[in-house]
């Protein structure tokens, strides 16, 4: 098993991110997720209806830009391309031409995206993990997933997409652990300005944290 450059694999998946120990937001009854933003009309789109799309699975490992992977994941969903070309392009007037995406969560938590990353192949919106309906530690009701792109990037309990014409602001722009634009995993792209390597003894100090705090939020509690 080879992992991208910078990463060591952890048994199981552990719940992570800026909710730190803030429980996952509630799923609602009818969950929707709006696409808004350079759109000719803003639509809300129901997250039962994704069902009726195409539907994709991937194995993937999922690497946090702090230096954890998962491996051997199994996603399940529709591919971002597909909902994308199925309900977001026809939205868009002839003469506007997107280049980034905000995904944002039910928890607040936003990732910016180049619409070309979003487009790859293996880019999901997902609603089932190994199998099961996604738990909310993961991002119930539906997460992105984009394997190939730091954690950050794969935006749990998505309940909107915003599409931009240029690179919106970043919220961390002045922030020490500025996240790089396109967070590509195999480039180590982890951070805005400073080289990968040079940021990993930094980052992986945070794990232990975050890592702890997660869990305390968490709903499931493994003993
Ligand atoms: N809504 C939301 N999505 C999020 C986060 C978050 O805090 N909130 N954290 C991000 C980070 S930094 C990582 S590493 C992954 C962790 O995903 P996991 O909790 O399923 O392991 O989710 C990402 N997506
Ligand atoms: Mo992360």
Known sequence: MTLPPGQR??????RFGTHLHHPPPPVPADPVIEIGGAVTEAVTLHVTDLAKLPQQ????DFHCVAGWSATGLRWAGVKFETLYR??????IAPD????HLVFE??????????????????????????????DSDHGAPVRLVSPRQYGFINTKHLCRIELHTSAPPVPDRWSPIASH??????????????PGRAVRPVYRALIGPIRALSARGSRVRPR
């Open 9 to 14: 694999a952890v048994v199981g998946f552990p």
């Open 57 to 60: 699975e991937i194995e993937a």
């Open 86 to 91: 199925a309900q977001v392009a026809p939205l």
């Open 96 to 99: 506007t031409t997107i280049s």
């Open 105 to 134: 969560g039910l928890d607040g938590f936003q990732s910016i995206v180049l619409l070309e990353d979003a487009l790859a192949g293996d880019v999901l919106i997902a609603d089932r993990l190994d199998g099961r309906p996604l």
């Open 181 to 194: 634009p396109r967070a590509r995993v195999w480039h180590e792209e982890r951070h805005r300005l400073l």
